[in-house]
């Protein structure tokens, strides 16, 4: 999700100037910079946290993060970690038995494959029941940081082997509570609630290629910001993450739209018709453009 940060830095000066050219409609706590900049690197970071402790769940018995399987190039994973089981790894775990799983990243900081720096440990727990299609995991922090950003709390999501059809297979989806404390490098304080759902809607019946995987992502969320102003993001339309851009070195959203809103004033993120492209439009106040994404 690095890149998807990318399209951020055009916003900034956009919204800048649009506040310029609007100062009479303008309220003193509506859409800034600054919000677009702390969105986009908590984003980044609940992605990146949803797909390790999906996968941490996912291999019961791997002790790496990387995609299980031979196509690994195109993961956003990388093996600067150490993951460690309870019970240990080689013990043979019966159902109904209560497990535990670290990932650690170190203290000096650990690169993932798409380039965002992790450190600290993400710890899941879960009850081992390899015929149920529904498994709740608790995920915890433990001086955990993404990019110098730390996150808080305990917290928890589903995920569900389910047909979204009576003649489709079943495929997983996650459920993920967003309920967390952020504490910027400068040490402002925000928290985020609500939920984010990730469906993998092609690419689950080759379970050894990762670059087939296409998700559909929803979701809406309420973040709080240091004075208590509250801002809202809808997925107004489902987006699409397609694992195959990341060959051709483009951000992996490719379809779909966010709504933000803050005291009142609105703005979307529109991400196009399903191709592997570097562009968006953005549009606030009833103006459009089209930004950069990226390469």
Known sequence: ????AKFLFPILVLVAFTACEKENEATPDTLTSE????????DMASDDISNITDQLFDNVDGSTISYKG?????????NCATITRVPAFGTPIAPGTQVTKTIDFGTTG??????????????????????AVSHT??????????????????????????????????????VMLLDMTITMPNGDVYTRV???????????????IFADNIYKITGNWTTTHPNGTVQTATITTPLRARMSCLA?????????????????????????????DNTAVFTINGNSYTITIGN
């Open 194 to 208: 609500g939920t984010r759902t990730r469906e993998l809607v092609e690419g689950f019946s080759t379970t050894q």
């Open 248 to 276: 051709v070195n483009k951000p992996l959203l490719v379809l779909g739209v966010i709504t933000f809103v803050k005291n009142g004033v609105t703005a979307t993120l529109d991400y196009g018709t399903g191709d592997c």
């Open 70 to 78: 031979v196509n690994n190039d195109n993961s956003v994973f990388s």
């Open 1 to 4: 999700m690095k890149k998807f």
């Open 137 to 174: 995991v608790t995920y915890t922090f433990d001086n955990f940081y993404h990019n110098n950003i730390k996150f808080v709390g305990t917290k928890t999501f589903t995920r569900s082997l389910t047909a979204a059809t009576a003649t489709s297979a079943p495929h997983p989806i996650v």
């Open 110 to 131: 650990c690169q993932l494959n798409n380039g965002n720096i992790v450190k600290g440990k993400i710890i899941i727990s879960f009850v081992y029941q390899p015929t």
């Open 35 to 42: 919000d677009a900049l702390v969105n986009a690197k908590i």
